[in-house]
């Protein structure tokens, strides 16, 4: 078993940090399977030697960089799970322009369905979200996060950058505090009022919204407007004159 370097307290969140993980949804997930984890507990790691992204990803993880996972144990039906990943990209948008504002930087920050965050159209963030189910229900959802901070990697399927190229310098812990406040007070707004004001504030920084896209959607292609999303976080888009709702694909 691994020792923690030191557990600490953030508001309603206990950090536990880790100089070096495989990766922080890994051990987060097998801590909540045992019972040693619960709701708003978190494994942060300065950095990972098997860090996962979605799709079967490899997710480099240099120390520079901030790495960590949430678990949640939220009250809601199975299918509003993936909405969780577009209330992070939201805490995360605001996240980085509070942190923009202060250093007086100005950029474009965009969120890309379903859970990138772009800055100047480079690819500076990723979410993986994993679940435990049981007889339908929630057991527990690792909310994984990776922010590029002081380097990105430059063979990525999309254009990458981090923070220092736009002129940021920012220790991992306190964009992870800016970042758990936005997300603490979106996480509430969730459980107590639905996904509907969130899907608002997603749609007004949308990469792409009302323009033509290119989606992968398993192995098929697929064109059109990207018109938005439903309440549940679909992603809608108009192709060949019909409305269609995406919940599993890429953006290209
Ligand atoms: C993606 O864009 O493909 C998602 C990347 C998610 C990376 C984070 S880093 C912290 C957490 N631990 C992991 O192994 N992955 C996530």
Known sequence: MIKS????????????????????NSLAFELA???????????????????????DRQWQSPIGNLYFSIVLQPKIILKKL???SLIAVVALNLTIKKIFLHNKISAQILNKWPNDLLINQKKISGILLESKI????????ILGIGVNIASSPDNALF?????????????????????LKEFSNLYQIWQNFGFKNIK?????????????????VGQL????????????GNLLIFDDQELRKINFAEIL
């Open 134 to 141: 049981n007889n339908e229900n929630c057991d527990f959802v």
């Open 200 to 216: 608002s504030i997603w749609l007004e920084n949308a990469y792409l919204l009302n323009q033509e896209i290119s989606l992968n």
């Open 221 to 232: 292609l697929i064109k059109g407007l990207f018109q938005g999303l439903d309440d549940d």
């Open 82 to 84: 993936p909405q969780l």
């Open 33 to 55: 399977e045992n019972k040693k984890v619960f709701n708003n507990e978190i494994i942060l790691a300065d950095k990972q030697n098997k860090g996962r992204g979605r799709k």
């Open 159 to 179: 254009k990458a950058g981090c923070l220092v190229d736009f002129g940021c310098q920012i220790e991992g812990q306190e964009l992870l505090k800016v970042f």
């Open 5 to 24: 370097k030191k557990t600490w307290q953030f508001e309603q969140y206990i950090i536990h940090e880790y100089s070096e993980l495989d990766s922080t």
